[in-house]
């Protein structure tokens, strides 16, 4: 015990933010770059790296995609990229990542053997990491290894396919409030005939929103078990077979409103006819106005002590916190990663009146929950840096 108690002023010391440390004649201190403080022992600053680094044209050539171990889970973008013979392994946010594409050029700003991203709309630090170990070539998307019906575990038990898209459908979920995007495809496998079957729920990834296209022919492999068959497209196979350097988004990749599917499987569920008031897709007949819950809806969710939005009209609270003020502070809040005792001191600084931030923050989204355009435009700004 007395050991332990004789090492806590030097742990103190080497974990003290330097901002807290008085400097000192003679002894080097490592410059402060505001939540990017970092010591030689963590790892370096990425502003220092822009600030003294040297400009490079690179190559992504690798591109890794994960997810955090948290009861929520982020997804972390990481890449490899070549510039000057040698290969730079970044974690870093890309803006706007739906363009982003296996192959495609890259400014990087290099400082040893540090790098920092420099393309898009502007450098987002947010989570940046230099990596030592880079991503492998090509396209690793481990978000769905843990599922038994994801990709992962689809390519070692699946038989390889081929799907052809040759229509999407759009259907509501979650009682009218969401939509999704179901693709009928033509199916041929490894061996056998042809047939048709509806993968329903296809989400592109960022790096494949160029294929999410009617006439794609993309890799898939069809599982068969006892629950079933299922189809799992594979959408990094696809990029990497046709990377689309410059190629944009197309329509259908775009975010359906009011459900984020952006960390589900690829596509599953081969087989049968998607119905439940599935129709073609058209841009022109989208509703004008969000649906009402309907009223089985609402009995079976009080069942289960979910209480429903009241009305859309305007509150006490969203009169004291407006919808422009909710969404500065709430972006803010996330992309910063503001603990919690933080959040009610900067929501204050915005402007909002103490105590009202809980308030306000919870009867914004119980109004979200009832209005997929408000819910689709706050999705919008929120994946936004």
Request: with cysteine; hydrophobic share 40%.
């Amino acid at each position: 015990m007395q050991v332990i108690d004789e090492a806590q002023p030097a742990l103190r010391r080497l974990f003290i933010d330097k901002r807290d440390r008085p400097r000192q004649s003679g002894v080097a201190t490592t410059a402060c770059s505001g939540r990017y403080l970092l010591s030689p022992l963590f790892g370096p600053d990425p502003e220092k790296i822009r600030d003294r680094g040297t400009l490079s044209p690179g190559v992504i050539i690798g591109i890794e995609v994960t997810l955090t171990n948290d009861e929520h889970p982020d997804r972390l973008d990481a890449y490899a990229v070549e510039a000057g013979g040698v290969v730079y392994g970044v974690r870093q946010l890309l803006s706007p990542v739906e363009k982003v594409r296996l192959g495609m050029p890259v400014q990087l700003r290099i400082d040893g053997k540090h790098a920092v991203i420099e393309w898009g709309d502007g450098v987002n630090l947010t989570r940046w990491k230099s990596l030592g170990d880079p991503p492998v070539r090509g396209i690793s998307d481990g978000r769905d290894n843990e599922r038994k019906d994801g990709l992962f575990v689809a390519r070692k038990k699946g038989a390889a396919a081929t799907a052809k898209i040759l229509e999407f459908t759009e259907r509501t979920v979650v009682f009218g409030l969401g939509r999704v995007t179901d693709a009928r495809c033509r199916i041929t496998p490894s061996e056998g005939a042809s047939f048709e079957a509806v993968v329903p729920k296809v989400v592109a990834p960022f790096y494949a929103t160029h294929l999410m296209a009617v006439g794609a022919v993309l890799p898939a492999w069809h599982v068969k078990g006892m629950m079933g068959e299922r189809l799992i497209l594979d959408w990094p196979a696809a990029a990497e077979a046709t990377p689309g350097i410059g190629v944009p988004p197309t329509p259908e990749s775009a975010p359906r409103a009011g459900i984020l599917f952006d960390n589900a499987p690829t596509g599953w569920g081969a087989g049968g006819d998607a119905t439940g008031g599935d129709r073609t897709v058209s841009r022109d007949d989208a509703p004008a106005s969000p649906p009402a819950v309907p009223a089985y809806a609402a009995s079976l969710m009080s069942k289960f002590g979910v209480s429903l939005p009241t009305g859309t009209g305007s509150t006490e609270s969203e009169d004291v916190v407006p919808w422009e003020l909710f969404v500065k502070v709430n972006h803010h809040i996330e992309w910063n990663e503001l603990r919690r005792g933080a959040v009610e001191e900067y929501a204050v600084s915005q402007g909002v009146p103490p105590g009202e931030w809980k308030i306000a923050h919870k009867r914004w989204y119980d109004r979200m929950g009832s209005d997929m355009t408000l819910m689709t435009k706050f999705g919008q700004i929120m994946s936004k840096p």
